[in-house]
């Protein structure tokens, strides 16, 4: 079941929920993806009824509902649904959770109506009849919810449990006799009657969970009976489900073999560097006093706090290569290493969910038939609307492993190669996924991106307001900023200064999180941020520093962020924070950090304002492209702007969406020659 799930590049857990789980519909889609996979018609087992958007038109015509068939038209323009497309419920129910109402150009009330309509449509072309609810609860379920809204079992747990508690009174279901299958029902009955999506089911049921948790424990409620249940669902977040337990003899080798050597720490055989370097010292021909006292007192120099690691030689470099070491441009940095060994699990996982094999060392896994048995599964369950890149890059990492450190063959090497080249995505620059999400900023949405700030600290502003109002007439005197400034509003302006920032710039996600007050100059009003070219990527002691010199507007509101607004920011203790965005985890382990997450609460909030999802790093090509979307001339000056040491690097990134420009100054041309009537 999991393998036929993966083939038909489903969630693992697909072909197991459709069969196990009583009432639980497949979607339309899901059909049409195990029909390729196993080469059988299996579409025909989906529900009756409208099973085209033109149908569905024609039936609700019929029945007169005007006002829902301009509603189900346009959502046909808006998803690009055409009317031979089959209707499903749940792909509506997840396009709209999926645009809020910025994105779609709605109000939020008016987003809401459009979906009530819209499912209105699909369920039966007309209104359903009053849902049950808790009104309707009698007997022990009516005194287990009566008792419920006297605990102390938080609010929103009492909430859900009305739907939870009329699913079970209506089928007969004891509160003693609720069990895992039991929950599996009623997700299947969520996910076919409700307008959550299926992600927000799943959550609901979860919550059940815990809700069942605080029933049995809690004192007003824990004479009625009830026991905990665990969920019925995987980990969502391992998309093979596979026991980390099976792989923990891989894992072992890779964390104590593979990644010190990976990390520079030893060679292939375990061997230290220091003693390594200490026994090539003995081998020396002739070390006078002096050349030893020499290279004691420069080690002893390379350990203190602050130097730059042990010293070595310059013609120990060639020794090290050929002993199993890897010298300082060869190794990886812990990040690196944890992204990739990331990778090693995602294979090893991979080959075990669809091959049921396992690999218990490394030997095996960089093997080239299992590397094509697992890559396969991998390439398998990562299918989407675009080509991803992820399998080639996790086979180039696993290349490096099997040549240096299993000291592969070169027939294997030359199979491992082929399958590189076979799984590669072949573009250059910025991924096609991501080229779509740019080509969505069109000029309104630009628009709303560069009024960002304004928009967002004109909100606060008038929260403000009516908190200071509010604050005087209760306690009859102004508010200190700290009275009435909540934390999550103080984020809130912090991220918009983040965007100002890149607005200017475009610096990456790294250089704006760890801006530090030090670097910050204010002069006739503006403010000017020097960050280091050593902590620029690919610049280095004696590049030109990374400058951000901010505006008018901008820099007031970063004067304002830092006298009024930081201060609610810096955690207890964490006074000395360093940063502009001081880190915001309550542990005293954690001061002195930087505001990791910070751009993702950028990124949010462009999402609810602008209606446009993008992730941390694709701000900085929203950046050029906005700038080149003005104008394909200002290629010179986008290439300056990101940084870009050569305009080819530029070319490579814009080269598609510049043609799109080309394309659409074409038609602009086009339009512009018509003499009569335009089509």
Not at 183 to 189: C, G, I, P, Q
Not at 406 to 434: M, W
Request: proline letters at 4%; hydrophobic letters at 40%; glycine letters at 6%.
């Amino acid at each position: 079941m999991r393998a036929l799930s993966l083939r038909a590049g489903l969630g693992s857990k697909t072909v197991s929920d459709i069969l196990s789980i009583p009432g639980l519909k497949p979607r339309h889609k899901t059909l049409v993806a195990l029909s390729k996979a196993t080469n059988k018609e299996l579409t025909s087992a989906a529900d009756s009824g409208p099973q085209t958007y033109q149908q569905l038109l024609d039936a609700l015509k019929v029945a007169g509902k005007g006002t829902l068939v301009s509603r189900v038209k346009w959502l046909m323009r808006k998803a690009n649904l055409f009317g031979n497309r089959p209707v499903c419920r749940h792909d509506v129910i997840e396009f709209f959770d999926r645009h809020n109402a910025a994105s779609l150009g709605l109000s939020k009330g008016s987003r809401s109506t459009y979906k009530s309509d819209v499912l209105a449509a699909l369920d039966a072309c007309g209104a359903r009849n009053r849902k049950r609810g808790v009104a309707d609860l009698t007997g022990v379920y009516a005194d287990v919810h009566g008792a419920l809204k006297e605990s102390t079992i938080p609010e929103s747990y009492v909430m859900l449990a009305g739907s939870f508690f009329i699913f079970l009174q209506d089928r007969g279901i004891s509160h003693q006799a609720i069990t895992t299958a039991v929950l599996s029902e009623y997700f299947a009955h969520r996910v076919n009657v409700s307008t959550a999506s299926e992600q927000r089911c799943r959550r609901h049921v979860k919550d059940v969970c815990t809700l069942l948790s605080h029933l049995a424990t809690c004192p007003e409620t824990a004479h009625f009976g009830f026991q905990p249940v665990p969920h019925p669902f995987a980990n969502q977040k391992d998309k093979f489900d596979v026991d980390n337990a099976l792989l923990a003899p891989l894992l072992a080798e890779f964390d104590t073999r593979v990644a010190p050597w990976l990390l520079g720490e030893r060679s292939r055989e375990g061997l230290t560097k220091n003693d390594f370097i200490a026994s090539l010292d003995q081998q020396d021909d002739v070390v006078t006093d002096k050349k030893a006292a020499l290279r004691r007192n420069r080690a002893k120099k390379a350990a203190l706090p602050g130097a730059n690691g042990e010293h070595k030689p310059q013609n120990h470099d060639e020794a090290l290569l050929k002993n199993g070491f890897l010298t300082t441009t060869k190794r990886w940095s812990e990040k690196t290493l944890a992204t990739r060994r990331g990778y090693i699990v995602s294979l090893a996982k991979a080959l075990a969910a669809s091959c049921d094999v396992v690999p218990e060392t490394i030997a095996e896994l960089v093997d080239p038939e299992f590397l094509e048995a697992a890559s396969e599964a991998l390439r398998d369950s990562n299918q989407g609307d675009h080509d991803s890149g992820y399998v080639g890059a996790v086979l180039k990492a696993v290349k490096k492993i099997a040549r240096d450190y299993s000291c592969c063959t070169e027939t294997d090497l030359k199979q491992i190669q082929d399958l590189i080249i076979f799984h590669d995505v072949k573009y250059v620059g910025i991924a096609p996924r991501n080229k779509v999400k740019l080509i969505q900023f069109t000029e309104d949405r630009i628009q709303k991106t560069v009024d960002l700030s304004g928009t967002v600290v004109s909100l606060i502003n008038e929260d403000m307001k009516r908190r200071r109002a509010s604050y005087r007439k209760k306690h009859g005197k102004a508010p200190e900023i700290s009275d009435i400034l909540h934390v999550e509003t103080a984020r809130d302006i912090a991220a918009m200064v983040a965007h100002e920032i890149l607005l200017k710039r475009a610096p990456r996600s790294a250089n704006v999180i760890g801006i530090q007050l030090d670097w910050i100059v204010f002069q006739d009003g503006e403010a000017r941020i020097t960050v280091p070219a050593v902590e620029v990527k690919g610049r280095g002691q004696g590049d030109a520093n990374l400058v951000v010199p901010l505006g008018q507007s901008a820099s007031k509101l970063l004067r304002h962020y830092i006298e009024t607004v930081r201060p609610v920011l810096v955690a207890e203790g964490d006074d000395a924070n360093p940063y502009l965005f001081p880190g915001q985890a309550p542990d005293l382990q954690n001061r002195d950090r930087p505001y990791a997450s910070l751009l993702l609460r950028v990124t949010r909030l462009l999402e609810e304002h602008v209606g446009a999802r993008i992730n941390p790093h694709l701000y900085r090509h929203l950046i050029g492209w906005i700038w080149l979307k003005e104008s394909v001339d200002n290629l010179p000056q986008v290439q300056r702007l990101l940084g870009h040491k050569s305009l080819q690097t530029t070319l490579n990134y814009y080269a598609e969406l510049d043609e799109n420009l080309v394309f659409g100054n074409w038609q602009d041309w086009i339009d512009g020659k018509r003499k009569g009537a335009k089509p």
